[in-house]
């Protein structure tokens, strides 16, 4: 085979790549300042033993049909061809959807998969779901499901305020304070959804620090700015930032050095807030402190600096993914309001600043292809982390929003491109939940933990083995994402099989639009080089556009945004909350009357906290050496564990304690699960506090210190989701409470068994 280089693209960078037959070289795009190392795992896709090599259907399911099953993740599975495997398919859906109605298919299927736009395995299923009579659909994400609700309620549209506020160009020339809650990871701004050409993060927050912008970074966890910046850290305890947000609004109100003309003209609610502020108990400095774990001293210090100058106040999405998760969202909104700063170039608010590369951009002045939805002709739905709740209590209702909802019963669950047993809570009731389906269908390149889990699995490629299209709104670059090696086994690409089952219920035309994959890259590539054209820019065909590899797209100039128009005149320019302005309290919330979720920003005690039995904060935080779950078998993932296990950090203080040294194998616990992992101590953590990533692939046996919890009790690899809580952040949102937990933490006594979740179950 002839060494060609190719572009091609991954949510973590842009990139190129050679292939000799056997190797896959890959290097990032030249043009990337600062280049992710998760790179390094793509070239161990290609031909690793835990790709499904074939249709698989797991026993019981095949040999006894469908129907509620507990061996569902203890079955083994029989390798069948895909002719055999889509009839039975499309004659089960055939009967779920006759017997039980469209609602009764669940086709959430949340999830990352691959940068394409058009092999875009949810949007492909989706759409397949959709012409052959509709489903059950999941609204919000797992990343920023609190948010999501609050935010346009407060402030503005999602996107708005995170993706197009305040750019990195803007902190670089005119911030002078940062207050980072959650910190700005570069491990995180690394990725982002549908790709980056350039990671620009760490540039700008060096430039700002060379400019004598101060970074304050408001964490439990150090390395959560970069070293570079310098920060001032205050370590706070998880899950308490709210209460440092009302006592800095406190201060700065009492020294009377907040905006009042600010408040007047472009904010509503501000005297409820204003109230609760002031009452008892006052949300003073002192009453932060308790709660907090940080000093009155440094937080009256952290006051006096804000108020002057520009400052910009930052919210990681980790602060949400938990309960009461609504609160420091909203806090920081206001306390960015209570400072007048809210649309000042570098300075305000800007919703997860730093938690993806797409965010702090600019936006780009041409459409990027898109692969055409179809209307789904069903209205349930449920908040998508609800939906263990969803499976187990059908029938039963719920809050969400102002409004009662009714879970609806779900037969048969369908999932593309996402992996529920990587990115869900609590995950042995999660097995309980799919214990009860009828059916369970996994299209995955990869025997996760969730194909072992499902009745049908179907293999799909890769997307190094076929040609897509990778763009995002706020990236230049429009890639040509080249095939790189051929399909492995007999693995189909997703649209390829949905096209197949849509043909055998009838709506094959309406699914392909008579396009092959090829002919469908042609089309959404149209609408980007007609507007190319439009504008007199270079717009070559797609034929010249694949050649070269890559295409520049304009962008549009930094105008401030939504926040920054709406400052400048906000009569002209109202936000999308009730009162047009920005909403530091909100009476329509407050008449949901939720107990969980007052009218305005306010401190309220978690359910779950540290106590005697579990005194450690859990924090499980995206990894650093992967995306959420996937490649966790490559060389940067793999690399970063210490044999095959995955590192929990552990302050030297409760290491001591314990009788833990670095490298023990330690095991977490709570009432739900367990976990092995092995111990780094280091003072780069708050004491209390533990942080184990998300993304080791779950791998359940028995646990020698609770030998009747089951024979799924303890995940040997060092997934935390074995120990996270499946809760809703409140009955306004319902999001995902994942980021925390409560647990304990001992050194493991019995020999650790090996791991072996990357081998794939036994196949007859
Ligand atoms: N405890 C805890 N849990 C969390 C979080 C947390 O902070 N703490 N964070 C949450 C967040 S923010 C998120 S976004 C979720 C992420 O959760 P997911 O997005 O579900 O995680 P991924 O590992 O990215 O799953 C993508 C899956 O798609 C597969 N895939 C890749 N390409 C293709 C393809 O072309 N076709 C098909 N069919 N499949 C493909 C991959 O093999 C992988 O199994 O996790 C959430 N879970
Ligand atoms: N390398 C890598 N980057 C990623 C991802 C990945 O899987 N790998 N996933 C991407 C996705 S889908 C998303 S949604 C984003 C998520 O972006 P985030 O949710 O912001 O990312 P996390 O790493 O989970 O959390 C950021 C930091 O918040 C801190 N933190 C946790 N709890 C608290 C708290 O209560 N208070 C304060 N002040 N800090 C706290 C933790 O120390 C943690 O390191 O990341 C994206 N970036
Ligand atoms: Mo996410």
Known sequence: MTEIEKTHSAHWGVFRARYDGDRLRVRPHPGDPDPSPVLDNIPAAVAHPARVGAPAVRRGWWERGPGRDPARGRDDYLTVSWDAVLDRLAEETHRVRTTHGDAAVYGGSYGWASAGRFHHAQGQLHRFLAVTGGYTRSVNTYSGGAAEVILPQVLGAFDSVSRNAVT????????????AFGGMALKNSAIAAGGVSRHVERGAMRAARDRGAVFVLVSPLRPDLPEEVDATWLPIRPGTDVALMLALMHTVTAENRHDGDFLDTHCDGWEQLREYLFAAPVKDADWAAEITGIDASAIRELAWRIAYGRTLVTVAQSLQRAEHGEQPVWGATALAAVLGQIGLPGGGFNYGLGSLGHYGRLRNAVPV???????????SFIPVARVADMLLHPGETYDYNGAEHTYPHVRMAWWAGGNPFHHHQDLRRLRRAVAELDTF???DPMWTATARHADVVLPSTTTLERDDMGATSSDPLLVAMKQLVPPRGEARDDYDVLAALAHRLGHGDRFTEGRTSHEWLVHMYDRTRKALADRGLDAPDFDEFWERGELELPQRPDDGGVLGRFRADPAAHPLPTPSGRIQVGSAPIAGYRYSDHPGHPAWLEPTEAPDERHPFWLVSNQ???????????GAHSSGSKRSGREVVRIHPDDAAGLGISDGDVVRLHNDRGACLASARVTEDIRPGVLQLPTGAWWDPRPDPERPDAGDDALCVHGNPNALTRDHGTSRLAQGCTGQLCAVAVAPYPHEPPEVTAHTPPPLG
């Open 441 to 443: 269908v996994v299209h």
């Open 168 to 179: 990195w160009d803007a902190v670089a020339a005119h911030t002078d304070t940062v207050l």
């Open 623 to 633: 990894p650093a050496t992967r995306l959420h779950s996937q490649l966790d078998f």
């Open 369 to 379: 292809p898109t692969f055409s939805r179809v209307p789904n002709p069903v209205s």
